[in-house]
């Protein structure tokens, strides 16, 4: 039989290889799986940077963006206005950065609305069952027949436009997905051993809720999130676009493209919907490759 060579002063060479070989943490494996993904991190530092722009704005905008020079109208990019002026001789850098404001403040408030109302109905919808899931679910099932589109302008008509009362519309109608999600989760998890120990031991239902199976759920309630958010920014730019969002002068990218709607601007000032049309696709699109990323990061079955 083969002898440890335990001889002080010699190192313990399969201690250390021991040592070594420890499994990763789970945070370690998350972060390199999404390394992994490049589109996912190009994403992520592009809108670092959008997010870090539109934080900052009031310092580093060159000019006020209600500061009217009609003399300057239309004026194509140049050293004094590096993405053009608008048909009032407003600068457009300046309205992108806070119109970066306004469309990220509405998409992620109303998002984590949405999330807080869809994660909470589908718990209790999916770990109690029964009646009460019967009656949740129904009640999902009649909000998602109606058309979304038609339910915003129906209810942006009855409110009246503003930062506020958008993401109070977009959080009241944005949680149904997430409320079917985290039932299915929750249907699943509570039969799991750690859930069935902790009520044999007497564990209250809001503990078990929130203590230990939405933790556990956690991982697609975060991805439909940052999927969630590019939804929402493309529907706030369509309802201002038709007037029916964020009223200027407050600019919005959504507004924004309204004001360059008339066909002769379209085709004398390139830059006027030129640049806010592009922050929508780039910052929408960045949302998206950032939730897919975190997607193959947080399964498990997925193994690069």
Known sequence: MA???????????????????????????????????????????????????AIFAPWIAPHSFEEQRLLDKLKPPSSEYLLGTDKF?????????????????VGFASVFGAITIGTLVGALAGYFGGKLDAILMRFV????????????ITLVTIFQPGVDKLILIFALTGWMG????????????????????????????????????????MGPIIVSASL????????????????????????????MLQDAQNFTIMLTAWWYPLFPGLMILITVLCFNFVGDGLRDALDPKVND
């Open 3 to 53: 002898q440890t060579n335990l001889t002080p002063g010699t190192p313990n060479v399969a201690l250390n290889q021991g040592i070594k070989n420890k499994p990763d943490t789970m945070t370690k494996i998350i972060v390199t799986k999404f390394l992994r993904n490049k589109l996912a991190v190009i994403g992520g530092i592009i809108l670092s940077i959008i997010i870090l722009a």
């Open 89 to 105: 001789g407003r600068d457009l850098l300046t309205r992108l950065l806070f119109g970066a404001r306004i469309s990220l403040l």
């Open 141 to 152: 099932d009649i909000l998602l027949s109606i058309p979304s589109i038609f339910l915003l």
């Open 178 to 217: 997430t409320a079917r999600l985290v039932r299915g989760e929750f249907l699943s998890l509570r039969t799991r051993e750690f859930v069935l120990a902790s009520k044999t031991i007497g564990t209250r239902s809001h503990t078990i809720i929130f203590s230990h199976i939405l933790p556990n759920a």
């Open 228 to 255: 969630q958010i590019g939804g929402v920014i493309l529907a706030e730019s369509a309802l201002s676009y038709l007037g029916l969002g964020i009223q200027p002068p407050t600019p919005s990218w959504g507004n």
